[in-house]
């Protein structure tokens, strides 16, 4: 290779990487992130990990950001916990089993979206490694 073939090379892995590398990087770190996200999300019914997905993957070649979670109506209160109280004079109970237990029930909080997090940032980093060698093969 001479001297204006690695220019030419050298320009077009410069376009490879300012068109698409940040958002390619994060496209496949969202998916390695939302896989080890459902391995640490509780499981009673399946619900809470089928509702997971991703949200977006928005930016441009240099800079980009990938949402993902859960999509459920008590998807907090099983991460962060708190107190359900109930709306009338009758007790909470859980219809699947029959369990009452009182007027108010208090949980602790899964914390499964960190667990998550911590779980998938060595994954998510060979995510991108592989995308970014991919790209830098002249």
């Not at 376009?15 to 459902?38: K, T």
């Not at 998807?75 to 007790?91: A, L, M, Q, V, Y």
Request: charge should be negative.
């Amino acid at each position: 290779m001479d001297l204006a073939e690695a220019a030419a090379a050298f320009r077009a892995l410069a376009d490879r990487v300012e068109g698409s590398l940040a958002v390619d990087c994060a496209r496949a770190m969202a998916d390695v992130a939302l896989a080890q996200l459902r391995i640490v999300t509780p499981v009673a019914s399946g619900d809470l990990r089928d509702s997971e997905r991703v949200n977006a993957v928005t930016g441009n070649g240099t800079y980009a950001v990938a949402t993902l979670g859960p999509h459920i109506v008590y998807d907090e209160f099983r991460n962060f916990g708190g107190t359900i109280t109930s709306k009338g004079p009758w007790p909470l109970r859980n219809r699947e089993t029959g369990q009452v237990f009182g007027r108010s029930v208090t949980q602790e909080g899964a914390h499964y979206m960190e667990k998550g997090e911590d779980a998938a940032r060595g994954p998510c980093h060979e995510a991108a490694e592989r995308v970014a060698a991919f790209i830098f093969t002249l």
